[in-house]
Structure formats: C-alpha cells, structure tokens
C-alpha cells in the first residue's frame, strides 16, 4: 500500500511546489489565487492516482521479453544431409516421393506378375483375350522371340534343335513360353528352343 500511495503524493508535492515557485516569479509575488489555479490541475491529478492505485510519475522501463519464433505452418521440415545442408530445411513430403514411387513400382509388378500367371493358365478364350486387352492397355508386351537371335541376356534357353544350315546356328526356332516386358522393361526372359550346328549331310 505504501509503494502505490508514494508514487501519487510525490508527485502531487512537488507539482505544488512548482506551482508555488512558478506564481511566484510570474506575478512577482505571492498570489493565492495563482496558486490555487496552477495547483488545481496537479491535485486532481494526484486525486486520481490515489483512488485508482496509479502513479503520476513516468513508468520505470520495463525488460523487454523475448521474442520467439513463429510457428511454421504447413509441411515439416527434415534438415539437409550431404553438400547442401546449408541451404536451408528440405520438406519431408519431398524426402517420401522416392519412396513412394518404388513402393507404386514394387506393388505393380506384383500385380503384372499375377496377371501374367493367370494369363498361363487361362484355359477360357475369352479370359484369356480379356488379359491381353488389359495387358495392352497398361503398357505390358507380350514377347514372341521366335526368328531371332538367341542372347541369353533377353532370352531363356529351354532346348535345342539341329540346325538345317549355318546361317541358322544360334537363331530361335520357337517360343515355348512367351516372355513379358512392362514398359520396355523385361518382365519374364521368353523360354525358346534354338538352333545349334548343322545337320550333317
């Protein structure tokens, strides 16, 4: 109680007394009336800083608090790995699209491949031409290689067969299984049988 009645009778004291001296040198000599009339502001003042608690003396400065960051909106951030962890915080969602592209890649070959298993052992036409429909739509190409070059690299050899000349030593005389690529990229090597030597005369 006394910090907040100090502050507002100070000042009320001491704005008295500058009234009093102000009179004094304004009128040239003391005049109540004067007084009164300078004084009056500076009592109504102190009045009501006394009913309301407040001082009539400047505030003390008060610390200033810290300021915080503001919060990010949006996506988190994961920090940076390699050269460029300098340059600033690289988006998580961005870090998940690898992932998620061969995670999509691996679940479409595991449904090609069933796809294709099926296709083997289809005994209905109309499944069967239902599959290769399908097939041809999502990219994925049946792979005859009968009449080509057998390379083991694109090519299963299930057998072998006498050549009739040497022009057809190493050529594919027949798909036994046919092989699959889905969008250029071998699915299942076709099984062939191939030509090799030369009959003898």
Excluded: K
Excluded at 2 to 10: D, E, F, M
Excluded at 111 to 121: F, K, P, Q, T, Y
């Amino acid at each position: 109680m006394t910090n907040r009645l100090g502050g507002p009778l100070v000042g009320a004291l001491v704005g008295l007394a500058a009234a009093a001296l102000g009179s004094v040198f304004l009128t040239g000599g003391f005049d109540p009336v004067t007084l009164a009339v300078a004084a009056g502001s500076v009592v109504i003042a102190a009045v009501v800083a006394l009913l309301t608690g407040r001082s009539i003396a400047p505030p003390a400065a008060q610390p200033m608090p810290p300021v915080s960051a503001p919060p990010v909106s949006g996506a988190p951030f994961a920090p940076a790995q390699g050269p460029a962890a300098g340059s600033g915080p690289i988006p998580v969602r961005q870090l998940q699209e690898p992932a998620r592209a061969a995670q999509a890649l691996s679940d479409r070959n595991v449904l090609v491949e069933a796809c294709i298993w099926m296709r083997d052992r289809a005994t209905s036409p109309a499944l069967a031409q239902h599959l290769d429909g399908a097939f041809s739509r999502v990219g994925v190409t049946p792979v005859d290689a009968t009449g080509q070059r057998f390379d083991p690299a694109v090519h299963e050899a299930g057998g072998t067969i006498a050549a009739g000349s040497p022009a057809e030593d190493g050529i594919i005389a027949r798909t036994e299984q046919i092989g699959y690529t889905d969008r250029g990229r071998l699915m299942r090597h076709p099984i062939v049988t191939v030509y090799r030597g030369q009959v003898r005369a």
